[in-house]
């Protein structure tokens, strides 16, 4: 078996009275692309900051790329924290340059590689400006940089995709995809569903401290089947008994199911309803998002699942 | 190690190209060459150059009548003009050829009157200096050479402390306020570059970089390369400074007797700089610990202005020690951690320091300072992830105890 590239296992941490973390646990492989999801406030970031050895764990096991983390693997890590920030007052370049060298590069090496990751990110020009000089998103795609730079074997980025405009974060939805080619692990954290969906092979769901949900992205999502409906047709489909929530989505009805109503109660109810009519009637595969709210809010997934 | 380096030389440029420390930097050695300048300009350009007469009466200059120059002399030395009689030196006076004349009574062997005649300033010492150099040569050219020479020199003086540690050397004002100016140097300088260590560990909180630097290498080696890198700016300072007061003294000597009289105090340099690294330390420790508590540079800085206090404090008592440089608040104040560097400094100068108040003081400014250290490299883990939050006494003295952020 497959030796995971960073292992969390039962962890737990309190702030004083505060239990940031409970019992989280995941194991992250060579080469996929591990979503850690999570509302606010739900150990994400704490977990993370103990994986990468910020934070003493109280209890619970690390492993990361083969062992305990030390100064050597420091350099083999790339990490683009949620706080994230630069030396607003340092030009953009030696920023750059300082923070590669504290990763292991020499000089001339970093020298070698910089212009090329400038120009890819559009910042080439704006390399001797000071930081603070630089747009919110010019910002964040220089950390980006200073986070690949040193061509980490394990990347982990809290909310890769914030302050980024739409054409930014589909270059750097490229750039990860880039990294997970070219056989480097990432660990993303994130509220961004849909990205989760796009790019993530397995994930975990971390809600109050502990891991409610862990797998595969496919396998969750067909464990979740069953708990929405899409529906054509033409009448009133809200205020149907046993459904959450119904909102038209390109001219569907998307209906999502409270716990213990079935697609068939559902349909037995419409039936019976006048002024309903049905064209098309099947069983969603629920979101990400659906799955997301669903846990959180405490839903299970359906027992025929 | 390399990490270390890669920090500290980070810092260093960081600091030194800021153009508020260039400014900061230069401007104190610049204000003294000015001093230095003004004083030389105003001694050679002010001082009369016109030669000093004498007449000779009593017999006695008739066999040295060429001085060569003397150290004492300046850059300019006086010349020496003889005349016959007393009116043809008073003619030369009032014709302003000369600027004084001397004039030795025929009996001037047996009652040692000497007379000076000027107008409304009297020669400058330089210039009487060289008419009494001729005199004693004169006087001495019946003496053996060797007894001769040493007559004309006079005495050195050095006065010696009991015990042998300490000497005084001829101008003991002078030996005074050398240590005093670089204890307030030293003052400056350490204080500032420890305000700086203070801002460069809140800025990196302030700049949300400390995750990545914490992700990247040991908090020991961040705060030992900042550390290293503003010990390395304030010893530029220091150096430029010394430089610069170095030059200013072999060349203004060259023009201004007192200084000629400054003993360089070797022994005080390497006691002070056995202080100086436990103090500095202790200094860096506190403002680690301060920059870790604090969410803005600015609330730091008024923090660090109050610790500043706790080290400059010996210059605000500074008339106690020069009435009473061995009394009881001064033993204190050397035995005080953050008190003793400047507290030795100032009363070097004064009085033999006992030794045991030495080795107490350096004992306690270390261990201190090693205390300092270590804790402030654990209100530094816990406080740098506190975004926007200041760090309270309570969680502080947690982490102080326990080493974790819980």
């Known amino acids: 078996m497959t030796t995971p590239t960073a292992m969390v296992s039962h962890l737990s941490k309190s702030f004083g009275a505060v239990r940031a973390v409970e019992d989280v646990s995941f194991e992250v492989y060579p080469g996929e692309i591990f979503g850690l999801l999570g509302p606010n406030g739900a150990g994400k970031t704490t977990s993370i900051?103990?994986?990468?050895?910020?934070?003493?764990?109280?209890?619970?096991?690390?492993?990361?790329?083969?062992?305990?983390?030390?100064?050597?693997?420091?350099?083999?890590?790339?990490?683009?924290?949620?706080?994230?920030?630069?030396?607003?007052?340092?030009?953009?370049?030696?920023?750059?340059?300082?923070?590669?060298?504290?990763?292991?590069?020499?000089?001339?090496?970093?020298?070698?590689?910089?212009?090329?990751?400038?120009?890819?990110?559009?910042?080439?020009?704006?390399?001797?400006?000071?930081?603070?000089?630089?747009?919110?998103?010019?910002?964040?795609?220089?950390?980006?940089?200073?986070?690949?730079?040193?061509?980490?074997?394990?990347?982990?980025?809290?909310?890769?995709?914030?302050?980024?405009?739409?054409?930014?974060?589909?270059?750097?939805?490229?750039?990860?995809?880039?990294q997970q080619a070219a056989g480097k692990t990432i660990i993303m954290s994130t509220h961004q569903m849909h990205q989760v969906e796009a790019l993530c092979n397995r994930i975990a769901l971390i809600n109050k401290g502990n891991t409610v949900l862990y797998g595969e992205v496919d396998q969750i999502k067909r464990n979740f089947a069953g708990n929405a409906v899409t529906i054509t047709g033409q009448g009133d489909f809200l205020n149907v008994p046993g459904v959450l929530e119904a909102r038209q989505v390109n001219g569907d009805w998307h209906l999502s199911l409270a716990s213990g109503a079935s697609p068939q109660d559902v349909l037995r109810t419409l039936t019976a309803r006048d002024g309903i009519k049905i064209e098309r009637f099947e069983?969603?595969?629920?979101?990400?998002?659906?799955?997301?709210?669903?846990?959180?809010?405490?839903?299970?997934e359906p027992d025929h699942a | 190690m390399?990490?270390?380096?890669?920090?500290?030389?980070?810092?260093?440029?960081?600091?030194?190209?800021?153009?508020?420390?260039?400014?900061?930097?230069?401007?104190?050695?610049?204000?003294?060459?000015?001093?230095?300048?003004?004083?030389?300009?105003?001694?050679v350009v002010g001082e009369d150059q016109r030669?000093?007469?004498?007449?000779?009466?009593?017999?006695?200059?008739?066999?040295?009548?060429?001085?060569?120059?003397?150290?004492?002399?300046?850059?300019?030395?006086?010349?020496?003009?003889?005349?016959?009689?007393?009116?043809?030196?008073?003619?030369?006076?009032?014709?302003?050829e000369i600027q004084a004349y001397y004039v030795l009574p025929a009996d001037y062997l047996t009652s040692r009157d000497v007379q000076l005649f000027y107008w409304e300033k009297a020669p400058p010492n330089s210039a009487q200096r060289r008419f009494n150099n001729l005199l004693r040569a004169n006087l001495s050219t019946s003496l053996p050479v060797e007894v001769a020479e040493r007559a004309q020199k006079g005495v050195e003086l050095t006065a010696r402390s009991a015990d042998g540690r300490q000497e005084v050397g001829g101008d003991s004002i002078i030996n005074i306020f050398v240590p005093f100016f670089i204890g307030l140097f030293f003052s400056i300088v350490v204080l500032s570059s420890g305000s700086y260590l203070m801002e460069a560990?809140?800025?990196?909180?302030?700049?949300?970089?400390?995750?990545?630097?914490?992700?990247?290498?040991?908090?020991?080696?961040?705060?030992?390369?900042k550390?290293?890198?503003?010990?390395?700016?304030?010893?530029?300072?220091?150096?430029?400074?010394?430089?610069?007061?170095?030059?200013?003294?072999?060349?203004?000597?060259?023009?201004?007797?007192?200084?000629?009289?400054?003993?360089?105090?070797?022994?005080?340099?390497?006691?002070?700089?056995?202080?100086?690294?436990?103090?500095?330390?202790l200094i860096a420790g506190m403002m680690i610990?301060?920059?870790?508590?604090?969410?803005?540079?600015?609330?730091?800085?008024?923090?660090?202005?109050?610790?500043?206090?706790?080290?400059?404090?010996?210059?605000?008592?500074?008339?106690?020690?020069f009435s009473a440089p061995n009394s009881p608040l001064a033993t204190i104040l050397t035995l005080f951690p953050t008190t003793s560097f400047l507290t030795v400094t100032l009363r070097w100068g004064m009085t033999t320091i006992p030794l045991w108040e030495m080795i107490a003081g350096w004992v306690l400014v270390t261990a201190s300072a090693v205390f300092m250290v270590w804790a402030a490299s654990r209100i530094f883990r816990l406080g740098m992830l506190r975004y926007g939050q200041r760090l309270d006494l309570k969680s502080m003295l947690r982490a102080v105890r326990t080493g974790t952020e819980g």
Do not use: C
């Open chain 1, 49 to 178: 900051r103990m994986m990468l050895d910020i934070f003493t764990p109280d209890r619970g096991e690390i492993s990361v790329l083969g062992g305990k983390m030390d100064e050597a693997k420091k350099n083999r890590i790339g990490y683009l924290p949620e706080e994230r920030g630069l030396y607003k007052d340092l030009k953009l370049e030696p920023t750059l340059i300082f923070m590669a060298r504290l990763k292991g590069l020499s000089d001339a090496e970093v020298k070698r590689r910089l212009p090329d990751w400038l120009k890819r990110l559009d910042l080439y020009d704006h390399r001797h400006k000071k930081i603070q000089e630089l747009s919110k998103g010019m910002q964040q795609k220089a950390q980006v940089i200073a986070t690949l730079l040193h061509e980490p074997d394990l990347v982990v980025i809290d909310e890769a995709f914030s302050g980024l405009d739409p054409v930014n974060t589909r270059l750097v939805e490229v750039i990860i995809r880039e």
């Open chain 1, 283 to 300: 069983i969603a595969e629920p979101s990400l998002d659906d799955i997301f709210i669903w846990t959180v809010q405490g839903r299970q």
């Open chain 2, 2 to 43: 390399r990490k270390l380096w890669v920090v500290a030389k980070h810092e260093f440029l960081k600091i030194t190209r800021k153009r508020s420390f260039l400014l900061g930097t230069l401007a104190m050695p610049l204000f003294f060459v000015a001093i230095m300048v003004l004083v030389v300009v105003v001694l």
């Open chain 2, 51 to 96: 030669p000093i007469g004498y007449v000779d009466q009593a017999g006695v200059l008739a066999t040295v009548t060429a001085l060569p120059p003397d150290e004492g002399d300046g850059p300019n030395p006086v010349e020496l003009q003889a005349f016959t009689d007393e009116a043809q030196a008073r003619a030369a006076l009032e014709a302003q």
């Open chain 2, 201 to 225: 560990v809140s800025d990196e909180k302030e700049n949300r970089t400390i995750e990545v630097m914490a992700t990247s290498m040991t908090p020991g080696q961040l705060i030992g390369g």
């Open chain 2, 227 to 281: 550390a290293i890198g503003l010990m390395a700016v304030a010893l530029a300072q220091i150096g430029i400074l010394a430089v610069t007061i170095a030059i200013s003294l072999i060349v203004g000597a060259q023009f201004i007797e007192a200084l000629r009289a400054i003993h360089i105090p070797w022994s005080m340099f390497l006691t002070l700089a056995l202080f100086f690294l436990p103090t500095y330390a």
């Open chain 2, 289 to 321: 610990g301060v920059g870790s508590m604090v969410t803005e540079t600015r609330q730091g800085q008024q923090i660090a202005g109050a610790i500043s206090m706790l080290f400059t404090l010996p210059f605000f008592v500074v008339v106690v020690f």
